[in-house]
């Protein structure tokens, strides 16, 4: 399995911004499998900004960013999302992509500009 982020950069505070993470080699797991987005600061450690089911049916998100991050999944595009909106300059970190806890994406740097 191969996971592929995209969609990071620079956004200044209070904007949006849309990350993607398509899936390729087992596309077969993607449909069963639980995703997950993870983000790392620096010199913090990896920590879970939300989470979505095989089918899509249950999300959870960390405190942080609930009411202002939705997670989704497009099974016919192998592609996991994740919308921010409202973001804080807390939010800059490296953005990374899971799948069923096992595989990692290469990540994508988020930056949140006061």
């Known amino acids: 399995v191969q996971l592929v982020e995209s969609g990071g950069g620079l956004v200044q505070a209070g904007g949006s911004l849309r990350l993607s993470c398509v899936a390729s080699?087992?596309?077969?797991?993607?449909?069963?499998?639980?995703m997950a987005w993870y983000r790392q600061a620096p010199g913090k450690q990896r920590e879970l900004v939300a989470a979505?089911?095989?089918?899509?049916?249950?999300?959870n998100y960390a405190d942080s960013v609930k009411g202002r991050f939705t997670i989704s999944r497009d099974p016919a595009k192998n592609t996991m999302y994740l919308q921010m909106n409202s973001v804080k300059t807390e939010d800059t970190a490296v953005y990374y992509c899971?799948?069923?806890?096992?595989?990692w994406g290469q990540g994508t740097q988020v930056t949140v500009s006061s």
């Open positions: 979505i089911t095989g089918g899509g049916g249950r999300t």
């Open positions: 080699g087992s596309t077969f797991s993607f449909s069963i499998n639980y």
């Open positions: 899971n799948m069923a806890g096992k595989y």
